[in-house]
């Protein structure tokens, strides 16, 4: 399938162009990203495969490249580790919040996704974080496209724990069109309703109190919920985060079944 067949509706576009609206980024970018990955056309959306490279998909690909600022450096494990421990000393952690409270009242999985994956990594080391998956020979471009796909698409809630996506998601600064304003931080009253009533709440409780304070469907509430247990915000009883490696839990499951659809430490939240 050649690329210039691929999200060519109106209906494609305007879903895509939503995404980009809510993420705060330009159109056209967000559309060749998706180009890439998923196509809307249909009566559902798909994964592309056995995508044509052609002259055009080539151009698409150095326009992500040019608006990203991105090299065509390919980098290997070692190289991806030390940017990542580089990002998580360097990064200004009081805009990461800020921007965390405003993109979960707007829908925007980029940044709840930064915010996610920093805390996800907290107590990192070198040792800890040469133990996340690695599926790449040498991350390159295309590697790059996907994963930031999936931060658009899903906000990373199931790729947190490859290597790739954790260097996409904390080192690649994305273009956001317009100054992100602070927002009301409502986590603290979120925090008190749910401690009001903690003992008698389920997890899709915590969604439904979530609402009151941000947009999006289950999927996205979610993920804000994730990111809020890995930041030690929203606190499981019996499983702090405050000195472990998260991603050393992964495969710690929870004796509730459905409750391992979330991530640590969330699917422990019912005891």
Known sequence: MKITDINTTEK????????????????DLVYSIFCFNWNYDGIEGKWVTDLEEDAVSQQRYEFIKEKLKLSDEKLDKTQVIN????????INKTALTDNFIVGA?????????????????????????????????DLILEDVVEKLFMKLFRGGSVDR????????????????????????????EFIKKVDDRREKLKLSDLIIILKEFCKGDKNFLRT????????????????????????????????????????????????
């Open 12 to 27: 494609s576009k305007k879903k895509i162009q939503s995404i980009a609206k809510l993420n705060n980024l330009d159109f």
């Open 83 to 90: 940017e990542i421990e580089n990002k998580l000393t360097t």
């Open 105 to 137: 009242t707007q829908k925007n999985y980029c940044l709840v996704s930064e915010y996610a994956s920093y805390h996800y990594l907290a107590n990192a080391t070198r040792e800890k974080l040469n133990t996340l998956e690695w599926k790449s020979a």
């Open 161 to 188: 724990y490859d290597l790739e996506y954790l260097y996409v998601d904390l080192t690649i600064n994305l273009p956001y069109q317009n100054q992100i304003l602070k927002h009301e931080n409502w986590t603290k």
């Open 224 to 271: 804000i919920l994730e990111a809020l247990s890995y930041s030690d915000t929203l606190k499981v009883e019996n499983h702090s985060v405050k000195d472990i490696f998260i991603p050393d839990f992964r495969n710690k499951l929870s004796s509730h079944f459905n409750s391992n659809e979330w991530t640590y430490p969330l699917r422990f939240w019912n005891r």
